[in-house]
């Protein structure tokens, strides 16, 4: 016999099951696994997988980590953060209360609440600010809408395949959550929430890349909602901020300049008193009357990228497993400025992970506890 590759079985991935049996007759053979005849593989309790973590493991390993390992959070989550999801709740209970009377008063009060040091914490004072000026002004802009809302806030889970055996991983299960699923003309699209510092072709473009929305709609196609596009909903961040005012001593050295500048050695200059919470809340007002505060662009999804999509999901769950066997987690410098910000674990990382750093700057919390609902009750948010 041959010794040539081709009489070699091929090398069986990490996440590859395992057959019982192999059952022949004649040209004929069949391997059976455990999952066909309802055994361990099909009660055994299989990890999440997570766009969010899915994403991090294939930026930088080190940061999956410590996020999903480790469960290391930071103790101050960035405000870009926060801020985006305090704009999310209140969008959620926007199209929940599809036909409430009150549902702008009812969603104001969830902003409020998100900010209770608003009257002695200056930062909780602006985001506030912001986030009812951000939906009061959505509010006006969309009082009714060109679509039917279908589901909000939609938890999905579903198998990673692998693509060239389509057997389901024997680990992990992937699991998400859409913003919402809306039928438009007829077809089911994906209706994601966006915030932007700024909305231009390039931001438009990159659109096409987020991966994201791929695999949320592939997953939900398995489910039953045949999604065709994505709508993206793009609310704008205003940059402007509540005039502080001047003080005694810069009113008295501004007047004295205009004086100066005077050929009477007099000014009529006033001083500036602070911006009311009023006066800044009707220049915010003016602000998101913008035509270009808000924008929707809808993209249909490619069947090409969906299928590579697959390919690359598998493909990382074989490096994870291969990373957690070695237990070699690289660092990726490339990413430690990524979105022009420092990594939250950037200190950490720089201090070669001394414990005092770690735990002056971070705390314990198990990632996507959200996610830990209906059919997944059981998983492990592990990756």
């Not at 926007?94 to 930062?123: C, E, H, M």
């Not at 810069?250 to 300049?257: Q, S, V």
């Not at 500048?261 to 003016?286: C, H, I, M, V, Y």
Request: charged share 30%.
């Amino acid at each position: 016999m041959s010794d040539s590759p081709a009489n070699f079985p091929e090398p069986r991935t990490f996440d590859e099951p395992v057959p019982l049996v192999r059952l022949g007759q004649g040209d004929y053979t069949r391997d059976i696994y455990p999952a066909d005849l309802g055994g361990a593989e099909s009660r055994s309790t299989k990890s999440v997988l997570t766009f969010s973590a899915l994403n991090t493991f294939r930026n930088c390993a080190r940061k999956y980590k410590h996020r999903y390992v480790d469960h290391l959070q930071p103790r101050e989550k960035p405000e870009n953060l926060s801020f985006g999801s305090v704009i999310h709740g209140g969008l959620e209970r926007w199209y929940r209360l599809t036909g409430d009377a009150n549902r702008l008063w009812k969603v104001l009060d969830f902003i409020d609440a998100q900010f209770p040091l608003r009257g002695s914490d200056p930062v909780q004072k602006d985001r506030w600010h912001r986030a009812r000026a951000m939906l009061v002004g959505y509010a006006a802009r969309y009082p009714t809408e060109n679509f039917a809302v279908v589901e909000i806030e939609k938890v999905f889970h579903g198998e990673i395949r692998n693509p060239d055996t389509g057997r389901p991983s024997q680990t992990f299960v992937m699991s998400g959550k859409a913003d919402g699923i809306v039928r438009l003309d007829g077809e089911l699209y994906l209706l994601e929430h966006k915030t932007a510092g700024s909305i231009d072709a390039n931001y438009l473009d990159k659109l096409w890349t987020d991966t994201q929305i791929a695999l949320y709609s592939y997953y939900l196609r398995q489910v039953g909602y045949p999604i065709v596009g994505v709508l993206y909903n793009i609310l704008l961040k205003t940059r402007l901020k509540q005039r502080e005012g001047e003080t005694q001593e810069e009113y008295e050295a501004r007047r004295a300049e205009l004086a100066a500048k005077n050929k009477s050695g007099k000014s009529t200059a006033q001083r500036q008193l602070p911006e009311t919470d009023e006066e800044f809340q009707a220049r915010l007002a003016e602000w998101y009357a913008k035509p270009e505060a808000f924008h929707r662009e809808r993209i249909y999804l490619s069947e090409d990228r969906l299928a590579m999509l697959q390919e690359e999901v598998w493909e990382i769950t074989q490096q994870y497993l291969d990373a957690r066997r070695r237990g070699k987690w690289l660092l990726n410098t490339s990413n430690c400025f990524a979105y022009d910000r420092p990594c939250e674990y950037l200190p950490y990382c720089q201090s070669n992970f001394n414990p005092n750093v770690r735990d002056n700057l971070f705390e314990i919390a198990p990632p996507h506890e959200e996610l830990a609902v209906g059919a997944a009750s059981d998983a492990e948010t592990t990756f």
